[in-house]
């Protein structure tokens, strides 16, 4: 079973401040993805990627960035963060042919007050 | 619009009963995922469907993508079902990533 790893599980934050979420995955998947999933829309998109230093944008990127180190890590930064960024965030990964199975880590919570 | 539209958006079932989830999809999707979301918010892989029908103990979930839905049918309920039901799936465009429905709050009663 495939493998990511989130972190922290929890985060409060104020408004205005800098936070960064980490995701891992071990499972050489060349696709990771960041979605937020709040109330009574599911999961959204936010930001993907197919590669180390590659970055596309997602259906709700605004506010946030993201970066993809490696392989295996891909970080998603709040750099002004502000209370409508209260969410469940989930990361996940797939891999490059044939199976396209997505796997999620078990989600951050995060709240900004 | 919403490119996967999941039905009904709750559900409650008798222990020992059975229905079944469906969503439907506005453009051609590759594959089709099922997840359940438990208390505490991890994501369960149910079924990955690239098309057919697929069978895990009470679950069974088949994906039609010629005619663009999905269902997850659930038989026997029990207690332990009880939770939110996501399906979600991945268009030929957009980087393989999952667009998913809204979800299905399933309760199940003694």
């Known amino acids: 079973e495939a493998a990511v790893t989130q972190s922290p599980r929890n985060k409060v934050t104020v408004t205005g401040g800098n936070v960064t979420l980490s995701c891992r995955q071990t499972?050489?998947?060349?696709?990771m993805y960041w979605y937020r999933q709040d109330t009574g829309h599911g999961l959204r998109l936010i930001h993907y990627s197919y590669g180390a230093g590659n970055l596309q944008i997602g259906d709700v990127p605004d506010g946030y960035k993201a970066t993809r180190t490696t392989q295996e890590d891909f970080f998603l930064l709040l750099e002004l963060a502000s209370p409508s960024q209260t969410s469940l965030y989930f990361c996940?990964?797939?891999?490059?042919?044939?199976?396209?199975?997505?796997?999620f880590g078990k989600g951050t919570r995060l709240t900004v007050v | 619009g919403d490119q996967v539209e999941q039905s009904p958006s709750a559900l409650s079932l008798h222990e020992g009963t059975g229905s079944a989830l469906r969503c439907n999809f506005t453009?051609?999707?590759?594959?089709v995922q099922w997840f359940q979301q438990n208390s505490r918010g991890s994501l369960i892989n149910l079924f990955y469907l690239a098309s057919g029908t697929k069978e895990n103990g009470r679950l069974k979930s088949t994906f039609n993508s010629k005619e663009s839905y999905s269902t997850l049918h659930i038989r026997d309920a029990q207690l332990e079902d009880s939770g939110t039901y996501f399906c979600a799936a991945s268009a030929y465009q957009g980087g393989r990533a999952l667009i998913f429905g809204t979800g299905t709050t399933v309760s199940v009663s003694p």
């Open positions: 996940a990964s797939s891999g490059r042919e044939g199976n396209t199975e997505v796997f």
């Open positions: 453009t051609t999707m590759r594959a």
């Open positions: 499972n050489s998947h060349n696709y």
